[in-house]
């Protein structure tokens, strides 16, 4: 048995099995050998179900979750959380993929005085890619609350994961922002390993939460959410007030990387 510490990697999915195959061969690739992966299929239609039960019959350190009904990719994530082995947690979208570092490098950097660690990504789109967040960085609530500096995915212990209450299942989207936040409260810095050791595709067709414009209603629940961290001439009317003619048109993706003070700016014209 590895004396290195059990690392579980959590994956919702649902109805994407081409997808998802090529997520698990990148968990499989990884160069760090003692890890689990927690697979929750939300209610799946077409072939998943069949495939997972397959392949945990012939990898041990696979499990697999059959949600009966869908219940969305938050609430699937935190089911996987708490049923974890691991000392140390981290999680997969489906249509994505670790390179094979990934995991031995996170794992390394890691320390108690961290509430977690990312890294960069690279950014796919039409079989091209572009390094986001591409910096090392610490991050604080500070850094935190206007701009989403992990990335999607942290890896961090079971133990800091649970003592947050996981992600917040009310959230239409920016669930993992949101959550990411709460631990950078509750434990002080973060660690960024500048490295992008995850690449996140963006244009395999299927619909992606980052893409849908009405998604936005996320940072409106995120500033309500953590208001009192807010100056107040920034949450002025921000109950009543709706997305400005820009506003409309813009994605999620948008803001997601460009930081809550543009929605700011737009919604206190």
């Excluded at 397959?54 to 009904?69: C, G, K, P, S, Y």
């Excluded at 935190?144 to 947050?164: D, I, P, R, S």
């Excluded at 239409?172 to 500048?194: H, M, N, P, W």
Aim: net charge positive; aromatic share 10%; proline share 3%.
């Amino acid at each position: 048995m590895s004396d290195q510490p059990l690392v579980t990697v959590y994956m919702p999915t649902k109805n994407r099995l081409h997808l998802l195959k090529r997520a698990i061969a990148s968990v499989q690739a990884q160069t760090y050998p003692n890890w689990e992966l927690i697979v929750v299929n939300d209610a799946s239609t077409d072939d998943t179900a069949s495939f997972l039960d397959a392949l945990t019959e012939t990898h041990a350190n696979i499990r697999v979750i059959h949600n009966d009904e869908s219940v969305g990719a938050c609430a699937s994530r935190n089911k996987a959380i708490k049923a974890a082995n691991g000392a140390f947690v981290t999680g997969l979208d489906d249509d994505d993929e670790f390179l094979p570092t990934r995991i031995e490098k996170m794992v390394a950097a890691y320390s108690e005085e961290y509430a977690f660690v990312s890294t960069g990504l690279l950014w796919v789109t039409n079989k091209k890619s572009k390094p986001i967040l591409a910096t090392d960085m610490i991050m604080t609530p500070d850094t935190e609350l206007y701009l989403n500096n992990a990335g999607n995915q942290v890896l961090t212990t079971k133990e800091k994961f649970l003592a947050v209450g996981g992600f917040d299942e009310s959230f239409v989207s920016l669930q993992d922002y949101e959550c990411f936040y709460r631990l950078v409260c509750k434990f002080g810095t973060a660690k960024r390993i500048g490295e992008p050791l995850m690449n996140v595709h963006v244009s395999h067709g299927e619909a992606r939460i980052s893409s849908n414009p009405k998604s936005v209603k996320g940072f409106y629940q995120f500033i309500e959410k953590h208001q009192d961290a807010f100056k107040p001439s920034q949450t002025y009317s921000m109950k009543s007030r709706i997305l400005g003619r820009q506003g409309k048109k813009l994605s999620l993706r948008y803001f997601y990387y460009r930081g809550l003070s543009t929605l700011l700016r737009i919604m206190n014209r």
